[in-house]
Antibody, heavy 122, light 112 residues
Framework: QVQLQESGPGLVKPSETLSLSCTVS?????????WGWIRQPPGKGLEWIGS???????YYNPPLRSRVTISVDTSKNQFSLKLRSVTAADTAIYYC???????????????WGQGTLVTVSS | DIVMTQSPNSLAVSLGERATINCKSS????????????LGWYQQKPGQPPKLLIY???TRESGVPDRFSGSGSGTDFTLTISSLQAEDVAVYYC?????????FGGGTKVEI
């Protein structure tokens, strides 16, 4: 059974960098699929942040592209999210998820982490 | 970007009755080359991550009860819960995966 678990600080100061990791178990990231980050402001809808393939190929949502980096550490079977210069508008639950269709970023998501709330506040 | 618009924002349905949720995309999500609609549906209960229900607009994910069904093509799609159960109280989202950026609808809250 594929499982994903987000980890990282729950509180980040404005203008600093939000850093989260997603640890995958039950499947090797190196074996395939795109792995994504999706966020959800409290009480609001879902926003795709970006996705990564194990080779390092990445796709980002344009409004966030200048501030986002998604990277992979295959030795730890983890992938990570960095979001720079955060503001209160970046306060959200951050989910990591697996894209269900191999070799394409154009996919729905079949496995999700439980999510982690990140609050941006001084 | 493909904008996904769901309606209604919320609906109240009696137990055992039908619930119908609509999702409209700002451009087609149908690929003629493989005859498929790149549209998925998710269910999200409070405090939980989204759960995949339907993909390719009408294919139920393994383990999803058959009271959930998806239909539609092109730009107009529907998620139907044929006989609402108490455990179906949730927010439902559609998502297009025809092109990046991947986009979701705003959600429809289903209540008893």
């Amino acid at each position: 059974q594929v499982q994903l678990q987000e980890s990282g600080p729950g509180l980040v100061k404005p203008s600093e960098t939000l850093s989260l990791s997603c640890t995958v178990s039950g499947y090797s990231i190196s074996s395939g699929y795109y792995w994504g980050w999706i966020r959800q402001p409290p009480g609001k809808g879902l926003e795709w942040i970006g996705s990564l393939y194990h080779s390092g190929t990445t796709y980002y949502n344009p409004p966030l592209r200048s501030r986002v980096t998604i990277s992979v550490d295959t030795s730890k079977n983890q992938f990570s999210l960095k979001l720079r210069s955060v503001t209160a508008a970046d306060t959200a639950i951050y989910y990591c998820a697996r894209g269900a269709r191999d070799v394409t970023v154009a996919t729905f998501f079949d496995y999700w982490g439980q999510g982690t709330l990140v609050t941006v506040s001084s | 970007d493909i904008v996904m618009t769901q309606s209604p924002n919320s609906l109240a349905v009696s137990l055992g009755e039908r619930a119908t949720i609509n999702c409209k995309s700002s451009q087609t999500v149908f690929y003629s080359s493989n005859n498929r609609n790149f549209l998925g549906w998710y269910q999200q209960k409070p405090g939980q991550p989204p759960k995949l229900l339907i993909y390719w607009a009408s294919t139920r994910e393994s383990g999803v009860p058959d009271r959930f069904s998806g239909s539609g093509s092109g730009t107009d799609f529907t998620l139907t819960i044929s006989s609402l159960q108490a455990e179906d109280v949730a927010v439902y989202y559609c998502q297009q995966y025809y092109s990046t950026p991947l986009t979701f609808g705003g959600g429809t809250k289903v209540e008893i």
